[in-house]
């Protein structure tokens, strides 16, 4: 297995490359990012590096910009220490969601993602709710989601198979295993989940346990954890940045920042796919614009009053429905709103060079 291979670049990839770019410029993958600097690596070391001009500035978004796990054009200079990032090669995935806050922006996260494990704390963090939304970003991606249950040994055998079935109601096809950082329960399940050449992502609130995981797997106390606060029962921020990491076996893993803010723009496919049963209801639905609120002969109402739907998850599907519309309206208007503003800079610079 050459270095490349070893580091995800699978047959897909190859197929996506542009054949003129490689040969002038190297493939590498995004290790991490920080503001206007990357680190890169081709499978010998982990190189510092910057964006060609053209790249930064012919980029019409954030999305448009290396992150986290993706594969590059690089040109490598003085032996190897500094490296110059010439173009993002095609993603498989792309994990995002929208900035946190007011600003209707795209936050990319990671790319390039197999397998998401999607956190939870079984003690106090666990919202079913908050895991469909994160159930939403993934399936969104076509990553496949793992739900990893930390903290089990805090609770009773019983309460962790209740609230796996609770779990599996909502998503019955995807893997859900219960873990505990303390004990050691079932970290040596997860992993011999993780397989060579494949990568994963770590996903969660700050607390749920996602760095002292990724320090037992690779087992030994390598990054950064905090204590959680008793009083909140909330862990403080430990994980500024998103960092790949390779395993002994192979494995590729990226942890990821606590996530206050879960907002979605665009998430149609994420929501079908989350809440399939929704939408092959509303297929039976009596009018084609049911709003699944208040009208007769809706399919989803009528499941609801015969105790085959939670309300609950009827609401929470609309309203991040609406969100997604309302989000990516907003950002369909800034979107021409900045072009209009570049053409007005490019049409401004013309006239001044023609006089």
């Given at each position: 297995m050459?270095?490349?291979e070893s580091?995800?670049?699978?047959e897909?990839?190859?197929t ?20 206007d ?8 070391g982990?190189v ?10 012919t ?8 992150t ?8 490598f ?7 110059i990032?010439h ?6 995935t792309?994990?995002?969601r929208k ?39 993934v399936?969104e ?5 793992v ?7 805090l609770?009773?055998?019983?309460e ?5 079935a609770?779990i599996?109601?909502i998503?019955?096809?995807t893997t859900?295993?219960a ?10 399940e997860i992993?011999?989940?993780l397989l ?15 760095t ?8 030994r ?12 029962s ?21 942890d990821?920042p606590?996530?206050?803010e879960?907002?979605n723009?665009?998430?149609?496919i ?6 399939s049963?929704?939408s ?9 614009n ?8 809706c ?5 609801i009053?015969?105790g085959e ?14 969100e997604?519309a ?5 950002y369909s208007e ?13 049409s401004t ?7």
């Amino acid at each position: 297995m050459d270095k490349l291979e070893s580091l995800g670049y699978g047959e897909w990839f190859r197929t996506q490359v542009d054949t003129d770019m490689t040969v002038i410029h190297e493939v590498a993958r995004v290790v991490s990012v920080h503001k206007d600097s990357y680190v890169v690596t081709k499978g010998d070391g982990d190189v510092f590096a910057e964006l060609a001009g053209n790249v930064l500035y012919t980029a019409s978004s954030s999305a448009d910009l290396p992150t986290t796990g993706d594969w590059i054009y690089v040109d490598f200079y003085d032996d190897d220490s500094l490296a110059i990032i010439h173009g993002v090669i095609p993603r498989k995935t792309l994990l995002k969601r929208k900035t946190a806050g007011k600003k209707v922006e795209f936050q990319l996260i990671a790319a390039n993602i197999d397998v998401a494990f999607i956190i939870q704390s079984i003690d106090y963090n666990l919202n079913l709710r908050r895991l469909e939304r994160y159930l939403v970003m993934v399936n969104e991606s076509k990553i496949t989601p793992v739900i990893l249950l930390s903290k089990c040994d805090l609770i009773s055998q019983d309460e962790v198979e209740e609230i796996t079935a609770n779990i599996l109601s909502i998503t019955p096809e995807t893997t859900v295993l219960a873990f505990s950082n303390l004990s050691g329960k079932n970290i040596d399940e997860i992993k011999r989940s993780l397989l060579p050449g494949h990568t994963y992502c770590l996903l969660g609130s700050s607390g749920v346990g996602k760095t002292t995981l990724l320090n037992r797997i690779v087992g030994r106390a390598q990054f950064e954890t905090q204590s959680v606060s008793k009083k909140e029962s909330k862990g403080r921020h430990t994980t500024t940045s998103r960092e790949l990491i390779q395993l002994e076996n192979g494995a590729l893993v990226i942890d990821t920042p606590g996530m206050r803010e879960l907002g979605n723009i665009s998430v149609d496919i994420g929501l079908d796919e989350t809440f399939s049963e929704i939408s092959e209801l509303a297929q039976h639905c009596k009018f084609g614009n049911c709003s699944h609120t208040t009208e007769k002969g809706c399919a989803i109402l009528a499941a609801i009053e015969d105790g085959e739907l939670s309300e609950q998850r009827l609401k929470n599907f609309l309203k991040m429905q609406s969100e997604s519309a309302f989000y990516e309206m907003s950002y369909s208007e800034k979107r021409k709103k900045d072009k209009a503003f570049g053409k007005l800079i490019k049409s401004t610079l013309k006239s001044k060079d023609r006089r």
